[in-house]
């Protein structure tokens, strides 16, 4: 894997564009007289963390978050260390610039902003040749690629090519959040047109300028992608985001126990949750195998969590027919049941043979789930009816209302906590500040997606194994409910803080990597210290 050290070749404006080695006012005067760089630069010499004072500084003098987006995008494109260092620095308060919801908007304004540094667009023009496409590539040992089709950006809906935001942040994620060396990080746009009429008629728009082909195309051309990273990226795990829903369940089914790959809408959403039920239970007591689970909601999110919960309470011993029967699904046409004949394969899975209901109480009052997961986009849809059947039902109900952005969440924690008399554990998809409620005080914890794939990662990126296996997953959620502290317990968070995300991904690495080993998938040789072993591993922003 290339390094950071000091290449021989580069000298002068040469070495000073290179965003890997430039140290811009970093360079001592002795490497400023050896690499020709004397005069290029202003005379002060400064350490890393007084370039860091001054781009913080910069960062409060911008407007907004996108402002602040394209500082620190530039940054990235003239000095990656400082670039990282800014993000290691604060990660809770960066990922939000760099990531959701930041992202979003530059993802609608991509083409406009457009900048020659970027990932990889594949299209589906590259048909027969996609192997020779990803050799184009600089670097050679290429370790994961974060791959989006830009069907389905955020809640944004289908932005095209524009989508390459989405794995360009989401890879800045695997370092600012687990410590991931960025050199072996590959962002690619799998670009195979557009239907939004908007970006095929704006004349700025980076895209291929047609429609969506047919499923039987884009399964053939995703088929060559897979193969040809295969070959030409052997070490390479593939990350699947942001594909249209459909789309992404069909394409994980597909490779999931195929090759190394995995889908964080789809999984790594589903382990956050995961973690948060786990977390929950902490605070309630009980097992997740005698859990009963509603999941308000039924597309790729609502689905990827029924399976992740399956999954788990397979583990703790039920068959696959006895936690089936513990989960129920609702959508926009109500209850998922056997009798109904708008259900794709995924939902068919989940349908019980009892009678329909379009009523969200009614099913409640019947099914009496001991959790109830919103994920429907329904903004408000948990009313003060439902907050109140849950808790008659349960002596302490947990309520996840992670539907975003903020008007789309389910319920609010102030209403959560007013309506359930403060009984409910609550979690949310978006940030909510702490809720003061009969004098006491509680600390809403937010499912944010960067909990989990940057520490899964990690794991992989430690191991390389064969596969990402459910249990990978399952590990990852004990490890991060393990490290809830009793004080966090006490003010109703399931989740631990969210600046501790650095050490949370080490933990999460370390126990996938464990995993990936026992299960014999690892394709390296296992050390004595694991945790000294992947320790060495971790990228630290420091010039060399
Ligand atoms: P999707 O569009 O695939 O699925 C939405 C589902 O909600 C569909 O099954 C639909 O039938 C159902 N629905 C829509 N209107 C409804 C209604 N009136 N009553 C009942 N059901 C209704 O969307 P996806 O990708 O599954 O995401 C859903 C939501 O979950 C989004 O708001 C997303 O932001 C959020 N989400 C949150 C995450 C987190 O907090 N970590 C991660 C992933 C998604």
Redesign the pocket.
């Known amino acids: 894997m290339t390094d950071n050290n000091k290449p021989d070749i580069q000298h002068g404006n040469e070495l000073l564009r290179d965003e890997r080695y430039n140290k811009g006012t970093a360079f001592t005067e002795s490497e400023r007289q050896e690499l020709n760089i004397e005069g290029l630069l202003p005379p002060v010499i400064e350490d890393i963390d007084k370039q860091l004072k001054r781009v913080l500084f910069q960062l409060d003098n911008k407007k907004n978050d996108l402002e602040r987006y394209i500082l620190l995008t530039n940054l990235l494109d003239r000095n990656e260390t400082l670039f990282f260092k800014t993000l290691m620095s604060d990660p809770k308060r960066f990922v939000p610039i760099m990531y959701d919801p930041t992202v979003g908007e530059a993802c609608l304004k991509f083409s406009e902003i457009y900048r020659d540094k970027s990932g990889m667009y594949v299209t589906s023009n590259n048909k027969g040749k996609m192997s020779d496409v990803l050799k184009n590539w600089p670097e050679k040992d290429i370790r994961f690629i974060c791959v989006s089709s830009g069907g ?1 950006i ?2 944004l809906g289908d932005l095209g090519a524009n989508g390459m935001g989405i794995p360009l942040g989401k890879l800045q994620l695997y370092t600012a959040c687990a410590a991931i060396p960025p050199y072996g990080l590959l962002p690619v746009l799998f670009d195979f047109g557009t239907d939004n009429e908007t970006l095929l008629n704006d004349p700025f728009y980076i895209g291929l300028r047609q429609h969506r082909p047919s499923t039987d195309v884009i399964d053939e051309l995703v088929e060559e992608f897979t193969e040809s990273v295969k070959s030409v990226f052997p070490q390479c795990c593939i990350h699947f985001e942001d594909w249209k ?1 459909a789309d992404a369940l069909r394409i994980l089914k597909k490779y999931k126990n195929k090759i190394c790959c995995y889908n964080d ?1 789809i999984q ?2 589903s382990a ?2 995961l973690a948060g039920i786990m977390g929950a239970l902490k605070i309630k007591g009980g097992n997740l195998k005698d859990q009963r689970i509603l999941i ?9 969590i029924a399976d992740m919960l399956s999954a788990a309470i397979q583990a703790e011993g039920k068959t696959e027919n006895e936690a089936v029967s513990q989960i129920s ?6 209850l998922i049941v056997k009798s109904r004949t708008d259900l794709n394969e995924y939902q068919k899975v989940f349908a019980h043979d009892v009678s329909s209901s379009k009523d ?1 109480n009614e099913v409640i009052s019947d099914f009496k789930p001991s959790i109830l997961i ?5 903004g408000k ?1 948990f009313t003060e009816t439902i907050v109140k059947t849950m808790s008659r039902i349960n002596e302490r109900p947990v309520i996840f209302a ?4 903020t008007d ?1 969440a389910e319920c609010s924690a102030q209403d959560a906590y007013t309506w359930s008399d403060g009984k409910v554990i609550f979690a ?3 940030p909510f500040d702490p809720v003061t409620y009969n004098g006491n005080t509680y600390c809403p914890s ?4 960067y909990y989990c794939f940057p520490g899964v990662s990690l794991g992989i990126y430690a191991t390389q194994p064969k596969l990402v296996t459910d249990q990978m997953w399952i590990e990852a959620c004990k490890a991060l409910a393990e490290m809830l502290t009793d004080d966090e317990k006490n003010k109703g968070m399931v989740l631990p803080p969210q600046n501790d995300i650095l050490d949370i991904s080490f933990n999460i690495g370390v126990r996938v990597a464990e995993t990936a080993f026992a299960a014999g998938l690892a394709q390296v040789k296992q050390p004595e210290d694991l945790r000294s072993w992947i320790s060495d591993m971790l990228y630290k922003p420091e010039y060399k």
């Open positions: 389905r955020l809640g829903g809408d790594g959403t956050v949750v308000f909601g039924a597309g790729s999110a609502g689905i990827g699904l609702f959508d926009i046409n109500g969200l919103g994920v429907s986009t329904v849809a992670l539907s975003n952005p789309h949310a998809g978006i937010q499912a944010n997606n």
